[in-house]
C-alpha cells in the first residue's frame, strides 16, 4: 500500500468520450502530480499543484485538464483524446519543499481508440 | 537543461550474481539524484536517493548507488540478486532548488533468471 490511489486501473475510451482519472493520497502531503508514462521514453511530469495551486504545467495540450479540489485529490479530465494519448497515466504526491521524496500510485492504464 | 541516460535498456542476469545499472546526468547546476523500481503493474517506489554528504548511498532491498561527481554518474549496484528483483528501475535528477521537477531516464528493465 502506497498510500496513494489510482481509479480506475484501466480506462479504454474513443476519441469522442469525456472521461476522468481520479487520484487520491492518504499521506496528508500537500504537492500532488500528474506523470505521462509511454513505452520507450522517459516519464513525462504533466502538471503540479502546490497547496492546490497549479504550479506547473509542462506544455500540455488542453484535451488534458486537471482539477485540485483539496490536498488529497487530484483529477484529470479527458476529452477528445487521440490514440497517441493511451499510455500509463501516473499520480504522485509529496510534501511540498526542498527535495522531498514523491510517491507514486499505480497508474491507469489509459486506450484511446 | 537537465538530462538522464542510463545506457542499457536491458539487462539480463542470473539469480545470485551481482548487477550493475548505470545512470549518467548532465546538468549546469548541483543535482539530486534519485533511483525508483517499478514493479509489474504498479507505480513506483523510492530506492535510494543521493542530496549531499557520503557519496556511497545506501537503499532499501540491499541496493546501493555511488555518486561520482567528476563523471556525473549514479551507478546502481547490488551484489547479489533474486528473482523478486526483477523489474524496470529509473535514475531520475533534480537540479537544486527545484524540488518537483525529476527528470527521469528512459529505464532499465531488470531480469533476473533462474
Known amino acids: 500500500e502506497t498510500g496513494v490511489t489510482q481509479t480506475p486501473r484501466h480506462l479504454v475510451m474513443g476519441m469522442t468520450n469525456k472521461k476522468s482519472l481520479k487520484c487520491e493520497q492518504h499521506?496528508?502531503?500537500?504537492?500532488m502530480y500528474w506523470y505521462k508514462q509511454s513505452a520507450k521514453k522517459p516519464l513525462e511530469l504533466m502538471f503540479v499543484?502546490?497547496?492546490?495551486?497549479?504550479?506547473e504545467n509542462n506544455s500540455v495540450p488542453s484535451r488534458f485538464s486537471p482539477e485540485c479540489p483539496n490536498s488529497s485529490h487530484l483529477f484529470l479530465h479527458l476529452h477528445t483524446l487521440q490514440p497517441e494519448d493511451s499510455a500509463l497515466y501516473l499520480c504522485a504526491s509529496s510534501q511540498a519543499g526542498v527535495v522531498e521524496t514523491q510517491y507514486f500510485g499505480p497508474g491507469t492504464r489509459l486506450l484511446v481508440l | 537543461a537537465q538530462s538522464v541516460t542510463q545506457l542499457d535498456s536491458q539487462v539480463p542476469v542470473f539469480e545470485e550474481a551481482p548487477v550493475e545499472l548505470r545512470c549518467n546526468y548532465s546538468?549546469?547546476?548541483?543535482?539530486?539524484l534519485f533511483w525508483y523500481v517499478q514493479y509489474p503493474n504498479q507505480g513506483l517506489q523510492l530506492l535510494l536517493k543521493?542530496?549531499?554528504?557520503?557519496?556511497l548511498v545506501k537503499g532499501i532491498n540491499g541496493f546501493e548507488a555511488e555518486f561520482n561527481k567528476s563523471q556525473t554518474s549514479f551507478h546502481l549496484r547490488k551484489p547479489s540478486v533474486h528473482i523478486s528483483d526483477t523489474a524496470e528501475y529509473f535514475c531520475?535528477?533534480?537540479?537544486?532548488?527545484?524540488?518537483?521537477?525529476?527528470?527521469f531516464g528512459k529505464g532499465t528493465l531488470l531480469t533476473v533468471n533462474p
Open positions: 499543484y502546490n497547496f492546490k495551486e497549479q504550479t
Open positions: 546538468s549546469s547546476v548541483s543535482v539530486y
Open positions: 499521506l496528508g502531503h500537500n504537492a
Open positions: 531520475a535528477v533534480s537540479e537544486g532548488g527545484s524540488n518537483y521537477k525529476l527528470t
Open positions: 543521493y542530496l549531499s554528504g557520503s557519496t
